[in-house]
Each structure stands twice: as C-alpha cells, then as structure tokens.
C-alpha cells in the first residue's frame, strides 16, 4: 500500500488550472523531488495534500485513508508535516521554543515526552547550540534548519518540503541537504520541491514535473530531464 496516493487531484483559481489531474503514488520511506518552473503549481499541490486549499476533484490517500475532505489540522495529526516557503518562526521565543509550540500542535505526546523529543530533533537538524537563542538572531542557514525542525516537531510519516534550499549559497545548500538525506535515511518519506536543481541532485530517487499544473515528466532523474519536453519547458533548450 502507498502511503500516499493522488488520483486526479484538480484545483482552478479562476481561469488558471493550478493543478491539472494531477495522479502519483509515493511509497513509504521514499523520497519523490518536485520541480518546475515558477507558477508551475508546486506549491499548490502541497496546499492541496495539506488541506490548506480544497481540491475541486480528485481524491487523496494518506496510508490508506481518504483525507480529501479533511481539515489541515487533521491531516497533520494523521502524519503530514510541512515547511513553508516563506519559513514564519515566533522571532522572540527561542529555537527551543518554537519546537515546542510546533510539538504541542502535533499534540499527541504528552508535555514531557514532547520536549525529550524536540531537543533530539534540535541535534538532527544540527541547532543544539542556537536552542536558547531567539529564532529571530539566526542566520539564513539556521532559519532553514529551523523550519525543518520545526516540521519534524509535529511528529509527521511524511514530510513536505518546500523550496527549503531557496536563497542559500551552494556550500550551505549542501550542508541543509545533508541533513535533510539523514533524516531521510531514518526513515522519513519525503517530498521535496526545489526550484534549484543541484539542491536534489543528491537525492537519486523519483522525480517529478510540473508545468502549468499537470505532471509532464515522472520516474529516475536521469531519464525524466532526459525528456525533450522537460528539456524544452524546464530548462529552455
Ligand atoms: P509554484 O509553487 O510552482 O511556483 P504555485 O503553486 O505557487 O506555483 O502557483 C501556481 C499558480 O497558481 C500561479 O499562477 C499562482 O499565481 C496561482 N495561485 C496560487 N495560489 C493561488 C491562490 N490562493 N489564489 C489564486 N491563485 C493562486
Ligand atoms: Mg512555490
């Protein structure tokens, strides 16, 4: 069984076809890499798994469960965990602190037992040494970390990741992408939408394409950007 499954999923904002029959499967453990161009529709789709935004149609299987129709809060209690964007940590509370306000959403753990947790995730996301510092000194690099921890915080089976390399010099690119793949090697499926492409390159699993909503291109790195309609829409040449 997948743990999750997208069949047909279609969403419009007016005129704009944002997600167009849009059909995957991804196992469990797996990591899947989402790219297209800007206004593609990646980040939709996350809002789409998410609940953030309604499907118009289609449905959404997550382990085996019709979510489709449930709230995002319900959806993250299931085990859906996403970054944002734009990362929006609490800038005066700690990094400490912002996990466990991100844990105690999550909130199926008791108090304790969420904070033992938060302070594992603040050595698998390399924050340790910021924990008592407030979110909003940190550093581009460790504002990303933080975002990812933050996701990791709400206990989520799949993590959503979205464009969480954007903005970062290859050096620190390859530091975050690092510990994204040994979060991954723990265990956790993932999907990662990356708008810079080396930020995936490490992850030799399945890759997806988007463009103008529908899925133009899917399977092994090398033969989807082998692909002369990937070539031509993704890359202009
Ligand atoms: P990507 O993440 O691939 O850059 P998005 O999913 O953010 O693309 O956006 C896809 C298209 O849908 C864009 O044209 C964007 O302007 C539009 N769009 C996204 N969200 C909304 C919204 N809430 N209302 C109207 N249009 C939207
Ligand atoms: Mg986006």
Same mark, same amino acid.
């Given at each position: ?51 953030? =935004?309604? %499907?118009?149609? #289609?449905? !959404? ?8 129709? $449930?709230?995002?809060? +319900? /959806? ?5 965990g996403?970054s ?36 594992? =995730?603040? %050595?698998?996301? #390399?924050? !340790? ?8 000194? $940190?550093?581009?690099? +460790? /504002? ?6 933050r996701a990791l ?85």
């Amino acid at each position: 069984m997948p743990m999750l499954a997208l069949s047909n999923v279609s969403k419009r904002f007016g005129a704009l076809t944002a997600a167009d029959a849009v059909s995957f499967e991804l196992r469990q453990g797996e990591a899947l890499g989402i790219i297209g161009p800007n206004g593609a529709g990646k980040s939709t789709l996350f809002n789409l798994i998410t609940g953030n =935004i309604a %499907v118009d149609a #289609g449905t !959404i299987i997550f382990d085996g469960r019709d979510v489709t129709r $449930l709230p995002p809060m +319900q /959806r993250c209690f299931a085990g859906v965990g996403r970054s944002f964007q734009i990362p929006q940590p609490f800038e005066k509370l700690t990094v400490f602190e912002n996990l466990l306000v991100a844990g105690a959403f999550g909130a199926r753990k008791a108090e304790a037992e969420v904070g033992d947790r938060c302070a594992e =995730i603040l %050595v698998e996301t #390399g924050l !340790i040494d910021r924990a008592n510092h407030p979110a909003g000194g $940190l550093s581009l690099l +460790q /504002r990303k970390r933080l975002e990812l921890a933050r996701a990791l915080a709400t206990e989520p089976r799949l993590l959503l990741l979205d464009e969480i390399a954007g903005g970062l010099t290859e050096g620190e690119c390859g530091m975050l992408v690092d510990t994204i793949l040994a979060i991954h090697k723990g265990g956790m499926s993932i999907i990662w939408i990356e708008h810079v492409l080396h930020a995936l390159n490490s992850l030799d699993e399945r890759l997806l394409v988007l463009n103008f909503g529908k899925v133009i291109g899917m399977g092994a790195p090398d033969t989807v950007m082998a692909s002369r309609e990937v070539r031509e829409i993704y890359l202009g040449i």
